[in-house]
């Protein structure tokens, strides 16, 4: 490699691009029509109205826009093992990782292509992705029951009502409740940064230990927040209780306590050392 560019070249990034696709190409295309069918087939099992046998069941007429929230992150949770877990697919055995690690491409390189389609791509589309499914589903639901019930001749009112998903609902959601989606971003930060990071030390199995080793995690951390919590405030009734009071500053117009302050940090800070220690444990198998 030329001196001038051993970190990062475009001419050698677009080339490491096409190796990567030209071997996970079946992979790659076969995401998207198999993300959009689960997506699917989750939100038609959970709208309102049923077809059945012996008529039209309209049990609960109302799908909000809030009914979206989670089968968005079920997808993010499912989704995120199954393609951030299988980051550097090319590390899973000898002889592809021997082929792989001879690559004319930078350590960088190669970091910053798994790390930009797993991750980057990966946090930017699936979103793009569930709106796009949700309401092409929705719209297919309701084509198929308002067929039904003008051929059975039923009341109009026996109708489902289906919103259409939209980002802006999640913008306009009280301090709470983006408090709230800023946690669950970390955490998602957290345990993506976790499972990149596992792919490059637990290969084939990274699918079935990452998970379990995220969750141990995340269990360390709301541990330290209990026993934090019980030493600012001790109550030996409700020892798993975690009472969130102290000094506390304003934050998205609402207060947040310090407590959850620092673990927000720990995770932060831990996504980091993750990203990081995943690029040196690649850099180091190169040497």
């Known amino acids: 490699m030329n001196s001038k560019n051993e970190t990062f070249s475009l001419n050698r990034f677009w080339n490491l691009f096409k190796y990567d696709f030209n071997n996970n190409k079946l992979y790659y295309i076969a995401t998207i029509p198999v993300a959009m069918f689960g997506i699917g087939f989750v939100l038609w099992l959970n709208f309102p109205g049923e077809i059945t046998k012996n008529g039209y069941n309209s049990t609960s007429l109302n799908f909000g826009i809030s009914s979206y929230t989670f089968p968005l992150f079920l997808g993010y949770f499912i989704y995120g093992i199954i393609i951030i877990g299988n980051s550097f697919p090319s590390l899973k055995n000898e002889r592809k990782t021997l082929k792989y690690l001879l690559l004319p ?63 802006s609902h999640y913008y306009n959601e009280q301090p709470k409740a983006k408090i709230l989606f800023l946690i669950v971003g970390i955490l998602w930060s957290l345990g993506a940064s976790l499972l ?49 009071k102290g000094d506390k500053p304003v934050f998205f117009n609402d207060e947040i306590p310090l407590i959850l302050i620092s673990a927000m940090s720990i995770g932060i800070i831990l996504s980091f050392v993750s990203w990081a220690t995943a690029y040196y444990r690649l850099k180091e198998r190169e040497v």
């Open 105 to 167: 491409a930078s350590t960088f390189e190669k970091f910053l292509l798994q790390w930009g389609i797993r991750v980057f791509l990966f946090l930017i589309l699936y979103p793009l992705l569930f709106k796009f499914t949700a309401n092409i589903t929705g719209d297919i639901y309701l084509g198929i029951h308002k067929y039904y019930i003008s051929q059975k001749g039923f009341q109009t009112t026996m109708f489902p009502e289906i919103s259409k998903f939209t980002f």
């Open 196 to 244: 990149f990071l596992g792919a490059t030390y637990l290969k084939n199995w990274n699918l079935f230990l990452g998970p379990i080793c995220i969750t141990a995690l995340i269990f360390i951390i709301y541990l330290y927040l209990v026993l934090l919590s019980n030493f600012i405030n001790p109550d030996p009734r409700h020892f798993w209780n975690i009472t969130l």
